[in-house]
C-alpha cells in the first residue's frame, strides 16, 4: 500500500523486510532500545528478536522517504482503546532537528483513519523525552488521563488528538 507522494515530496510507505536491516542500526544502545521499543523490547537484539519484538508485520508500519528517497523515518499504527495508536515512532540519526518526525507524525495522521474506523488518534511517550513530547504537543497532542490498567503511568504519557 504504497501512497502518493505529498506535495513536498516527502513519502509514507508501506515498511518492507529490506527495511529491518537498516532499521536496526538505528540503535546504539539499550537506553536508545528502551524509549523507542518500550522496556519489554530486548537488546542486544538479533534480526529474529527485532521482529518479534516490534510486532514486524503484525501490525502496520510505514517508512518516511524523503524527496531524495532516503529512508528517514520510521512509525507503527494499530487500534488501542478505541484510538489509532501511533507507536514506535523514530527518525534516523543524522536527520533529527529538521522536523522529520512532525512530518511522519502528520502522514500518519492522516494514513490512520484508511486503516482504522475511529475519531481520535493517541500515543504514549515518555516523560523525559522533551524532544518527542514538543512534536506530538505541536501536532496537537494534548496529555489525557492514563488508561486504566496500561503499564508504566508512572513513567509515561498518554496523548490523544481527534482525527
Request: glycine fraction near 10%; charge should be positive.
Amino acid at each position: 500500500m504504497t501512497e502518493p507522494p505529498a506535495q513536498d515530496g516527502w513519502q509514507l510507505v508501506e515498511a518492507s523486510d529490506r527495511d529491518l536491516d537498516e532499521l536496526m542500526t538505528w540503535f546504539n544502545d539499550a537506553a536508545e532500545v528502551d524509549i523507542w521499543g518500550g522496556p519489554r523490547f530486548r537488546f542486544p537484539f538479533t534480526k529474529s528478536t527485532f521482529r518479534k519484538d516490534c510486532h514486524w508485520g503484525r501490525m502496520p508500519g510505514f517508512r518516511l522517504d524523503s524527496p531524495a528517497g532516503e529512508f528517514s523515518a520510521f512509525g507503527q499504527m494499530y487500534q488501542r482503546y478505541g484510538r489509532i495508536n501511533l507507536a514506535r515512532l523514530i527518525v534516523k540519526p543524522g536527520m533529527r532537528g529538521r522536523g522529520v518526525g512532525k512530518r511522519l507524525v502528520g502522514l500518519l495522521i492522516e494514513m490512520g483513519p484508511k486503516l482504522f474506523p475511529a475519531d481520535e488518534l493517541s500515543l504514549f511517550a515518555y516523560r523525559h523525552n522533551a524532544a518527542a513530547l514538543g512534536c506530538y504537543k505541536s501536532m496537537g497532542f494534548v496529555v489525557r488521563d492514563y488508561p486504566q490498567g496500561a503499564r508504566m503511568a508512572d513513567q509515561c504519557y498518554y496523548m490523544t488528538r481527534p482525527v
